[in-house]
């Protein structure tokens, strides 16, 4: 990417800017209501033998199983219009068993917090197309088992675990109460900053399975007022505001206290599990690996600079760590989604070497290797391809403004897989013979296509064109990109957007947005069209700067 150093100042200087109102500018109202967002298409959820997909069809009314290869329909594994007993008339979502006899499907989906929700559940079995209700009101955190025979959910801030052979629920935890003890779902606060909605995790054996429960009556509440004019719309707040209130803790005030269970099925017996911490330590995640006497329990110390992966046994309670990593000032908690675990081994990301790079452990805790190197930072971990041996993942190799496709041969020689100059992205089949490739640069609105391995591209789901030509003719300020130098050494990275008549030697008033999050970003060479783009036609020119702790940068 070509850029140039710039040392800049921002002026701000008195009197009208220079207005280029008129029909080829795009309008306020038309910026933040989205009318230039770029359209995308969903990821396809993979079948095991990675050759087929499923996705849903006709408006949420059928979900379809297609070809990788061809696109073309297959079967129809769902359709609300043929299948017995279907008391609704389209869904919100679905997930397949693992062993893909049966689908779990929900409708009346109630968002609670950012990613949290509850719905109405159904069981539905494909080879006797019919659906069943899961259980009575809604549910939360739905989860098949592996062998797809039980599936475990929370209602009012309990676990229960429905029985599909023999159609009989039972209650796994008595002490759920709103505001005090949750089991199986987080906290707002681990919601929030761990990205998580659900704390439950199948033993691979079938034979139990772990939950967090969060004990929050320490946390003091905050109250919140509701009007009417919030989206959607609170028809019953017009005159008076309502009042929510939830367990909000200020920054350094008492967190809720987290603890690690096991249940076993078969003898009803629940085991606390030992977790080496602190008082105030975070647990965000508990999960199986695929030896069911190893459940993988992942902390952080409050400061958030102090990562252990510990393995414990779900039958005695006992646990160890495994690995731990530790950073002076910040360990990305984005780590812990990447530890994949395999038959023999797991991957585990870190910065350890002074950027964000692949690693390969046994599943002792020894270092088996560093499957990536050098100056350049890893950004997603995609999987392991046990055939090939390949590790595929996304990295800021090029620059750190853009992101590429690689995968990691078993001799470690790093291939490239798609590499356009801009920003890619990418989600593979099963067996890593096909994936759908998003792509999209400053000057692009995402593109979507399927590829094969090779990158050949088999076909093209979205191209955005009808954005493109809704863009042709109008005054759409670009983005420059630049990088300067601080008196301390470091380089930055940045973006001036300028008006469309901007005239060198000239002052203009400067609007700089700034957000500079740990291991974020905003200068990025990707499509992005929102109201900054009206002050350009409003003559103002528009500054971004990432600072020092932002990502892809080591």
Known sequence: MKTKTLVFALLLVAGAPVVLAGANAPELKDLVNGRYYPASAPQFRSLSDG?????????????????????????????????????????????LSPDETKLLIYTDKEEIYRRSYKARYYTFEIRRNLVKPLSEGKQ????????????????????????????????????????????GVPDWVYEEEFAMDNAIS????????????????????????????????????ELYPGEFSYKYPVAGE?????????????????????????????????RFTQDPSKLAVMTFNRHQNLFRLHF??????????????ENEAYVNPDNMDLIHFYPEFFTFVSEKSGYRHLYQYGMSGALMRQVTKGDWDLTDYYGYDPKSKAFYFQAAKESPLRREVYKADAKGVIVPVVQDAGTNMAHFSSNFRYFQHYFTSAGTPMQVSVKDEKGKTLRVLQDNQALRDKLKGMAIAEKEFFEFKLPSGEMLNGYLMKPANFRAGEK???????????????????????????????????ACVDGRGTGARG
């Open 140 to 183: 939360q955190a739905a989860l098949f088992s592996p062998n797809g025979r039980m599936v475990a959910f929370v209602r009012d801030n309990n676990i229960f675990l429905k029985k599909l052979d023999y159609n009989t629920e039972s209650q796994i935890t008595t002490d759920g109460k709103k505001n005090e003890v949750i089991n």
């Open 312 to 325: 414990a046994n779900p039958a005695s309670g006992v646990s160890k760590i495994v690995v731990q990593d």
């Open 254 to 286: 008492k967190n809720s206290q987290v603890s690690v269970h096991t249940f076993h099925v078969e003898n009803k017996v629940t085991k606390k599990i030992k977790v080496q911490t602190d008082e105030e330590d975070y647990i965000p995640r508990v």
């Open 51 to 95: 050759d087929y997909y499923t996705a849903p069809a006709d408006r949420n009314r059928m979900i379809v199983k297609y070809s990788y290869k061809t696109g073309a329909p297959v079967d129809t594994l769902f359709n609300v219009a043929t299948a017995k007993e279907c008391p609704f008339k389209y869904f919100d979502g679905y997930e």
């Open 202 to 237: 199948w033993a691979p054996d079938n034979a139990s399975l772990a939950y967090i429960k969060f004990n929050e009556k320490d946390v003091k509440e905050y109250p919140m007022q509701l009007f009417r004019g919030q989206a959607p719309d609170l028809k019953e707040n």
């Open 508 to 542: 203009y008033p400067v609007v700089m947005v700034q957000y500079s999050g740990p291991g974020s970003q905003q200068v990025l060479d990707r499509w992005k069209m929102d109201w900054t783009q009206y002050l350009t036609t409003e003559g103002f020119v528009v």
